[in-house]
C-alpha cells in the first residue's frame, strides 16, 4: 500500500519512481578522488587506523562509484547544502578530532 502511494505521488510530480529493492549499504570513513579527462572516480573505503595507528591493518577500498563531471559536481552541491542544513540544525561539525575530544575524568 506505502509503496502504491510513493509510485502515484512520483508520477503526480514528475519525479521518477525509486526502486531500493537491491540497494546495498556500506560504511567508509575515507575516501579517494581520482579526475580523468571524462569522468570522476570515487573510492570508499575503510581505515581501521584513521585517527593514529592501533590496529595493524591497511586502508581497505571497497567501493567505486564511477560518474560524469557534471554528475560529480550535482553531488558536491547536493552534499554542501545537506552539510549546511546539518550544521543549522545541530552546529558545526569539528573535523579535528582533539578539539572533539573530551578531557579525561578525574
Given at each position: 500500500?506505502?509503496?502504491?502511494?510513493?509510485?502515484?505521488?512520483?508520477?503526480?510530480?514528475?519525479?521518477?519512481a525509486?526502486?531500493?529493492?537491491?540497494?546495498?549499504?556500506?560504511y567508509?570513513?575515507?575516501?579517494?578522488?581520482?579526475?580523468?579527462?571524462?569522468?570522476?572516480i570515487?573510492?570508499?573505503?575503510?581505515?581501521?587506523?584513521?585517527?593514529?595507528?592501533?590496529?595493524?591493518?591497511?586502508?581497505?577500498?571497497?567501493?567505486?562509484?564511477?560518474?560524469?563531471?557534471?554528475?560529480?559536481?550535482?553531488?558536491?552541491?547536493?552534499l554542501?547544502?545537506?552539510?549546511?542544513?546539518?550544521?543549522?540544525?545541530?552546529?558545526?561539525?569539528e573535523?579535528?578530532?582533539?578539539?572533539?575530544?573530551?578531557?579525561?575524568?578525574?
Amino acid at each position: 500500500m506505502a509503496e502504491e502511494a510513493t509510485q502515484t505521488g512520483a508520477q503526480e510530480n514528475n519525479s521518477p519512481a525509486i526502486d531500493t529493492q537491491n540497494l546495498r549499504t556500506v560504511y567508509a570513513n575515507v575516501c579517494r578522488i581520482v579526475p580523468t579527462p571524462a569522468e570522476i572516480i570515487v573510492d570508499f573505503g575503510l581505515n581501521a587506523n584513521f585517527f593514529s595507528p592501533v590496529l595493524p591493518e591497511p586502508l581497505k577500498l571497497e567501493t567505486r562509484v564511477v560518474m560524469s563531471p557534471d554528475g560529480a559536481k550535482r553531488l558536491a552541491q547536493a552534499l554542501l547544502n545537506t552539510i549546511h542544513n546539518y550544521e543549522a540544525t545541530y552546529g558545526v561539525i569539528e573535523l579535528d578530532i582533539q578539539k572533539r575530544r573530551k578531557p579525561p575524568a578525574q
